[in-house]
């Protein structure tokens, strides 16, 4: 019987290590796809509560540790939380010490993901999967689209992380792979150093902390390695994770940058203390499960699933008592990090601009962030219709408050073409009913500030041509221009109110004040042509006066809209 020459050995190391490659690609790449389904289907569900969790968070360390358990484990990413924190800080509506409590909350919310892929139901990924698809392609109702979703997201996770168990299991007879792999073990110091260095840059690779668990757990749980590199990995996984938030605090402001900072200090704390007291950490872990190099023969294939639930342990435990020793130094930490990255001189302004890509990915929370852009929209109308009454008032120019007017327009416009991109970018993933809904309202009440910003200019516009031919508008035509302006401004005042409370209880009021207003720039209009039989006023200074009405009535015409779009009108 011919023997196998070395050519065809070759040949077939070659064909199972692309069969590998193939069987590992594609399993990591139905578990990423499967982690997205149920983060997606999970905040879809649990929108409106992830939104209240968020607007609890204060500056009690405890409740923001809370929230962020509780978040990151509805959302299964520490890394979008993180980002999350990130993008709100940079936005102005949460501090360093309450984005520290999160982060530290998140790093423990993660570790949830390690006990879903411990879970003994790998071989029903399939099932799971067939069985979910039918609800989520043909149910009509969205709250079993969204939960078939999830459930169809964990069937995907189970089904990948066993696709990558299958294409592990040759590896173990490998000579090259394990003479490679021997170099990277634990057995000294040293070595748990390097594990951490391998699980660190391969985490940051990939981005994604939990696609790398689920890579050791399917190394640890095939045997290709021991659970003490399992865990090493597991400690240098924690370090990469943080470079995602590295990478989206680049352009962020000096707060952001801090919580970026936060996050890597927190995590290579960690890591310091536990690789100093490595073997007594392993130690204690193999206290809870003394099995964790105990082998299981299930249709002869051999697996280790008690070094798969010790290396969720690691994890876990890990976290927590990195949380349990950092929660209480939480405004040491932000002073610290105020040292090491002092304010800048210039004052730094919150902006739209830097959440817009980082929210998407959290469809429940980014609405909640333009919701508070579209009130921050609000009350630079309101300020800007405050600035001008003193110039109506005065009748001559005042250059300060003129600038101010001009630039306060120019923000409007900005803000409201980057929540129109944002809103667009959220609208095109999947999101819930309600989110489209809100999504569609903000977008509408978006662009009727930003044309009450144009019309604010344009009245500003008005003044200036009237002083520009040097004439002074009539003590009657003044008088009845501030009143008017005074009832205007509590007009849009009174629905900026509503905006903020988020309520659509005051649309019979918006409709009796507004035609109350319509009314009066009527008969404003009806004395001001008796004036100019009368006084003779030139044809320009009417047509200004006349445009001044027109714009006022606009005001409230786009205010009036935005108490529509709240309750609900089109």
Not at 33 to 48: I, P, R, Y
Not at 326 to 344: S, V
């Amino acid at each position: 019987m011919r023997g196998i020459t070395l050519k065809e050995y070759e040949g077939m190391e070659t064909g199972l290590i692309v069969k590998m490659a193939f069987g590992i690609t594609g399993g990591l790449g139905i578990f990423l796809l499967g982690m997205k389904n149920m983060s997606e289907g999970m905040q879809a569900v649990a929108g409106e509560r992830m939104r209240k969790l968020i607007n609890a968070v204060t500056n009690n360390r405890i409740v923001a540790c809370g929230v962020g358990i509780a978040v990151t484990s509805l959302i299964q990413s520490s890394s979008v939380t993180s980002v999350m924190v990130l993008g709100m800080v940079n936005a102005g509506l949460m501090n360093l010490t309450q984005a520290i409590g999160v982060i530290l909350g998140a790093d423990i919310g993660t570790t949830i993901t390690g006990w879903i892929l411990v879970l003994e139901v790998a071989r029903y990924g399939m099932p799971i999967i067939g069985l979910s698809s039918f609800f989520f392609l043909f149910s009509k109702r969205d709250s079993v689209r969204y939960t078939a979703m999830l459930i169809l997201g964990l069937g995907m996770v189970f089904f990948g992380l066993q696709l990558m168990k299958e294409g592990f299991y040759p590896l173990r007879e490998m000579p090259g792979f394990i003479v490679w792999f021997s170099k990277f073990t634990p057995t000294s110091y040293f070595g748990v150093l390097r594990c951490c260095i391998i699980g660190a840059m391969v985490t940051a690779l990939i981005q994604s902390s939990s696609a790398t668990l689920g890579i050791t757990m399917g190394l640890v749980g095939t045997g290709v390695i021991n659970f003490e590199t399992a865990a090493a990995l597991v400690l240098g996984e924690n370090i990469g994770t943080t470079i995602t938030a590295c990478l989206a605090s680049i352009g962020g402001s000096t707060n952001a940058k801090r919580t970026a900072c936060a996050h890597v200090l927190i995590k290579v704390f960690g890591v310091t203390w536990v690789t100093a007291c490595f073997p007594f950490y392993i130690g204690f872990m193999k206290t809870i499960v003394p099995e964790a190099a105990t082998a299981v023969i299930t249709n002869g294939m051999q697996s280790f699933p008690y070094a798969m639930t010790a290396t969720a342990l690691s994890h876990s435990c890990f976290n927590m008592a990195n949380v349990l020793i950092l929660l209480p130094f939480t405004a040491a930490l932000a002073k610290l990090l105020h040292r090491i990255m002092p304010d800048r001189a210039d004052k730094e302004i919150p902006h739209l601009k830097y959440l817009d890509i980082r929210m998407l990915d959290t469809p429940a929370i980014g609405i909640e962030q333009s919701h508070v852009e579209i009130v921050r929209m609000s009350e630079i109308a309101r300020k800007m219709l405050s600035t001008l009454k003193s110039i109506a008032e005065k009748g001559c120019r005042d250059e300060t408050a003129e600038r101010k007017i001009f630039e306060q327009e120019e923000i409007l416009d900005n803000v409201q073409r980057e929540i129109v991109e944002f809103l667009s970018s959220l609208l095109s993933g999947t999101v819930a009913h309600h989110v489209m809904n809100d999504a569609r309202v903000q977008l509408r009440m978006a662009d009727e500030y930003e044309s009450i910003g144009d019309y604010i200019t344009n009245i500003l516009k008005l003044n200036l041509k009237l002083l520009g031919i040097n004439q002074q508008m009539s003590q009657a035509g003044r008088s009845e221009i501030v009143e008017l302006h005074d009832r205007v401004f509590e007009f849009v005042s009174f629905v900026n109110e509503s905006v903020r409370e988020d309520t659509n209880q005051t649309l019979p009021r918006a409709y009796t004040e507004g035609n109350a207003i319509t009314h009066f720039i009527k008969e404003s209009r009806a004395r001001h042509l008796e004036r100019v039989g009368t006084e003779g006023t030139s044809p320009l200074k009417s047509l200004i006066f006349t445009d001044m009405l027109n714009s006022y009535r606009r005001i409230k015409d786009h205010a009036l809209n935005i108490a529509e779009a709240l309750a609900g009108e089109k």
